[in-house]
């Protein structure tokens, strides 16, 4: 009876011109569920034609119903949005029901408009504005009708006041700022259609209020238009924001070429990172929201075209490649140098007993009378003097100078001599172990659990004055075998990391491609550059510099390596007994990081976020650890971590780099065993660095402290034995004791570059303490690795600017960091973290440069006569 009653009164009426049937039907059905009253109950329905912009003031009760009828012409040239306005300023019992039909659609809302936030507590709205979607019309212009029906269950008179207006600048333009306001209750929506020859445009939106809270979202051209916080998410793309919001749209993503530009005032800030509102008393307490009001501004720009796409990707591979013909033209000019040397072959190998006649040795190897005695070498100890030879040289002259001592001349037979005498002092000394060097496998362990090597290393590396002759006994294959290891290992941890991080990153763009939540990338959305699938193609482009420089770094050590094996081969004697010991397996490890820390750091960039910021930094420890493991090498080659324990070290500083992420904002127990973890380990690496590795961890360890406390402290109160260590280890655990106090007091929000900074700190300190004690032995720094160390620091310095400019923090919420966004910088297409990514690989690049060529100047010094420190 209720159906039929709403059907005979409303036919007439309402199912006339374009207006469907099935609308009314569909309307009779609501009406009849949400209680148009029990069976047989008739409703006074009064049917009303309305104009636009007029205020009607009416009421209504459970015994009565309006509708209101408008029409207006829809032209398919011109967009005219509809918007409707309906005000209730007196208390009632019972919401009144505003039900809007027009083609294709039906829009229907209670007044008072209850929205819901979080832990759903309920906000009522008595002042509604709602904007009516505008359906398609494929003929020039007609005339659509569209009705408001006002129905309440109240048996009381309630008054209301509806207004129906039309929005004029309902279509944004290209380049042209359109200021508006919004609120909860009424959301806004403005129409934007793509002009001819632009692809991709950007949509800006800015506020000068940080707060209330905001959701901006682009939606196709459709009924209904989900404007309300409980459903803007439903569709489209849609990202929160404070006072900063920005999307890149796609004309391939709306087939309409068109789309809308929706923004909503949420119900709480909690989603910004405001103030959580208090709890209601009962479950069902309504809220008074106050005034949200929020006046925004919305600006559609172009993006750039596909030639600025090109411009940069030629600017970032020249860059780069750039590196590779400057390393090609010196290295053409250092082979060029290098054949204008004269060049002597080693004559072929004599009897023993013929070269042994021949240098004046007798058949035990020990030196005879000669008649040419020259400067001492350190694998026989034989001397010759250096006025006989100068004093016989009458051809053309070699200079050669060591550190301490005068440049003397020899003449080019002398030197095969030279290298003769070597050689057979070598083959002499190697007859009696060749045979156990044959039998025994070549492991470090052979050597290491001799009690008379024990005993040997006890004494030799106590020494108050130590020299990389003392450091470097072991033999060369195991230490190169040791030292490969680390490269092997790090690229073993290299694909097993990078394959499961590609599969996430891709399922994080998919995610944001297919629900279009802009909140789950922290990009700078103001300088994303979408290329395919991906949201932000120049923050992952700006990473090839790392790949590149790190295998234009490892291509330099392979020829280095190279040259120093066919050296070896020749029994040079600058490679076999002179300069800092050549093992190469850390500098392909770094090589390797540098490379990774390029990929992981693009994979990072597809979806920036907080729980996939372990990929951009993992490799940045271990880069910092192997730079310090290399420098440490250098002088102290026998004693250096083996590969296991240098991984095992950073391993552990990755993880707490994610404990300390995940559970460290404002945990005090976490902070307290860092810091205590922190100092102790500190500790630790000091005693081992002090007494060269011969501090053994184990059970008399407390006996050991004490005795020396005693013997050395309050017995005699003798200073430090080892001065300059002990200056390095005070500073370090200065520097060390304060981060740590830093942290436990501060508890800075970013732990993973807290933990980065603590690394870079005791980099940077070591390698000044080798810098001063270098020239305080009295060695010197060549050209080369000089120009390096400037370059270097002045890029360090450029990158470090740039990268504390923020633009972007996983931090803070989605909406927070957008307020740090900025525009490109470079090109229209690079921004400020680009820049960073550009100047920061060129500085580890050069960094590695720096500690490769540091000591270039020792390569004709001899060990003995090289101080460790």
Not at 339 to 356: G, L
Request: aromatic share 12%; charged share 20%.
């Amino acid at each position: 009876m209720v159906l039929r009653s709403c059907w005979k009164s409303r036919h007439k009426t309402s199912c006339r011109g374009p207006a469907p049937c099935w609308v009314l039907l569909w309307f009779c059905v609501t009406q009849f569920v949400l209680g148009g009253g029990a069976l047989g109950e008739t409703k006074n329905v009064v049917q009303k034609d309305a104009e636009f912009d007029i205020t009607y003031n009416d009421t209504v009760t459970s015994d009565n119903q309006t509708i209101y009828a408008f029409n207006h012409t829809v032209s398919r040239n011109k967009s005219e949005g509809v918007r409707v306005t309906v005000d209730v300023s007196q208390g009632f019992e019972s919401p009144i029901l505003f039900v809007v039909r027009q083609k294709q659609a039906v829009l229907s809302f209670q007044i008072p408009l209850i929205l819901r936030g979080l832990y759903q507590r309920k906000y009522p709205y008595n002042h509604v504005g709602r904007t009516l979607c505008q359906p398609p019309t494929r003929v020039a212009s007609e005339t659509q009708y569209f009705f408001v029906d006002v129905s309440t269950l109240s048996t009381q008179g309630t008054n209301y006041q509806l207004r129906v207006s039309r929005v004029e600048s309902f279509t944004l333009h290209t380049d042209k700022k359109f200021i508006f306001t919004a609120s909860p209750s009424q959301p806004q929506y403005f129409k934007y259609v793509f002009p001819d020859g632009v692809d991709t445009v950007i949509v800006k939106v800015n506020s000068d209020m940080t707060f209330p809270c905001s959701v901006m979202s682009i939606q196709d051209i459709q009924c209904p238009v989900y404007d309300l916080d409980n459903n803007v998410a439903f569709i489209g793309m849609y990202q929160t924001m404070t006072k900063k919001g920005a999307i890149t749209v796609q004309r391939k993503d709306f087939p309409s070429n068109s789309f809308y530009v929706v923004v909503v005032v949420k119900t709480e800030d909690e989603a910004c990172g405001g103030p959580l509102r208090f709890y209601p008393l009962r479950p069902d307490e309504l809220i008074d929201a106050g005034n949200r009001s929020k006046i925004i501004d919305v600006i559609v720009t172009p993006a750039i075209k596909s030639e600025v796409y090109v411009m940069g990707m030629l600017f970032c591979l020249g860059i780069f490649l750039s590196f590779y013909l400057l390393t090609l033209l010196m290295a053409c000019v250092a082979n060029k140098r290098m054949k204008k040397r004269e060049v002597f072959q080693i004559p072929a190998d004599m009897s023993p007993a013929e070269t042994a006649s021949l240098l004046g040795k007798n058949g035990d190897g020990q030196t005879s009378a000669f008649p040419y005695e020259y400067g001492s070498f350190a694998d026989n100890g034989s001397t010759l003097s250096s006025e006989a030879i100068t004093d016989s040289a009458t051809s053309t002259d070699n200079n050669y100078g060591y550190v301490g001592q005068e440049p003397f001349k020899r003449r080019p037979i002398l030197n095969h001599l030279h290298h003769l005498a070597i050689r057979i002092d070598r083959s002499l000394d190697s007859v009696g172990r060749s045979r156990h060097e044959s039998l025994s496998s070549v492991e470090e362990d052979d050597y290491d659990t001799l009690d008379d090597i024990n005993s040997d290393k006890n004494i030799v590396r106590t020494k108050k004055f130590l020299y990389v002759a003392d450091l470097s006994r072991k033999d060369k294959r195991i230490l190169s075998k040791k030292y490969q290891i680390y490269f092997w290992n790090i690229a073993t941890i290299a694909v097993f990391y990078a394959l499961p991080v590609v599969q996430l990153v891709i399922t994080y763009q998919t995610v944001v491609n297919v629900t279009g939540n802009q909140d789950i990338c922290y990009y700078n959305f103001l300088c994303a550059h979408p290329l395919g699938a991906l949201s932000a193609f120049n923050n992952i482009l700006s990473n090839l510099g790392y790949v590149l420089l790190g295998l234009l770094f490892l291509l330099i050590i392979l020829k280095r390596d190279i040259v120093h094996q066919r050296a070896l081969v020749r029994n040079d004697v600058n490679a076999l007994e002179c300069g800092i010991p050549k093992h190469f397996g850390l500098y392909y490890a770094m090589g390797t990081a540098l490379m990774m820390e390029g990929l992981l750091s693009a994979c990072y960039h597809v979806c920036p976020n907080y729980t996939n910021f372990q990929f951009d930094t993992s490799f940045m420890y271990m880069i910092a650890g192997l730079c310090m493991l290399k420098l440490y090498q250098k002088r102290h080659p026998d004693i250096n971590a083996s590969a296991y324990t240098a991984y095992a070290c950073l391993a552990g500083v990755i993880f707490f780099s994610v404990l300390g992420v995940v559970f460290g904002k404002g945990n005090n127990v976490f902070w307290i065993i860092f810091s205590v973890i922190h100092i102790l380990a500190t500790m630790l690496l000091s005693t081992q660095l002090y007494y060269m590795g011969r501090w053994r961890l184990d059970s008399g360890i407390l006996r050991r402290m004490v005795h020396i406390i005693y013997t050395d402290s309050i017995r005699q109160c003798s200073g430090p034995m080892y001065i300059d260590r002990m200056v390095l280890l005070v500073m370090g655990n200065i520097v060390n004791w304060s981060l740590a106090a830093y942290g436990l007091l501060e508890r800075p929000n970013d732990f993973a570059s807290y933990l980065l900074a603590i690394a870079i700190c005791n980099l940077l300190l070591y390698f000044a303490f080798y810098i001063i004690m270098k020239l305080r032995s009295g060695e010197r720094i060549q050209c080369l690795a000089l120009v390096c160390i400037l370059f270097t620091a002045v890029v360090w310095g450029l990158a470090l600017y740039f990268f504390f400019q923020g633009l972007s923090t996983w931090q803070k919420t989605p909406a927070e960091s957008r307020e740090h966004n900025r525009d490109c910088i470079l090109l229209s297409f690079f921004d400020d973290h680009d820049i960073w990514h550009f100047l920061s690989s060129i500085a580890m690049f050069g960094s590695f440069l720096v500690l490769m060529t540091m000591d270039d100047d020792l390569d004709t010094v001899q060990r003995d006569k090289i101080f460790a420190f």
